[in-house]
């Protein structure tokens, strides 16, 4: 099992790749600096969404799978120590996987 624990936000992940968020909202945005005011990553995501002319009605949150889905994993998570944390971990849990369905599917011949 993996867990993401964005630190200090899952939004500020959602903005940490400009490429991404264009080909979402086709328009990009700036990428949030480190601090940590309460609501800050909500806000900044909500108005770069608001920006491209759409209107986030939960926040802008309901994107994050469009926005995942166009995302440079491996550069975020340069960007990010608590990104890379979560993708590090994904990755062992995936080879777990990888490694128990190798055990599981090589059968000695009768």
């Not at 009605?57 to 890379?84: H, T």
């Not at 944390?85 to 059968?107: H, I, N, S």
């Amino acid at each position: 099992m993996a867990h993401a624990v964005p630190d200090p936000h899952i939004e500020r992940w959602l903005l940490l790749d400009g490429a991404a968020f264009k080909s979402v909202f086709g328009k990009g945005c700036h990428a949030p600096d480190r601090k940590c005011d309460r609501g800050r990553y909500k806000h900044q995501l909500f108005e770069s969404i608001r920006a491209t002319g759409v209107v986030p009605r939960l926040g802008g949150i309901e994107f994050a799978q469009d926005i995942v889905r166009q995302m440079d994993i491996k550069s975020a998570a340069g960007a990010d120590p608590s990104l890379r944390r979560f993708v590090d971990e994904l990755r062992r849990v995936f080879r777990q996987w990888q490694v128990a369905g190798q055990r599981t599917t090589t059968v000695a011949p009768n």
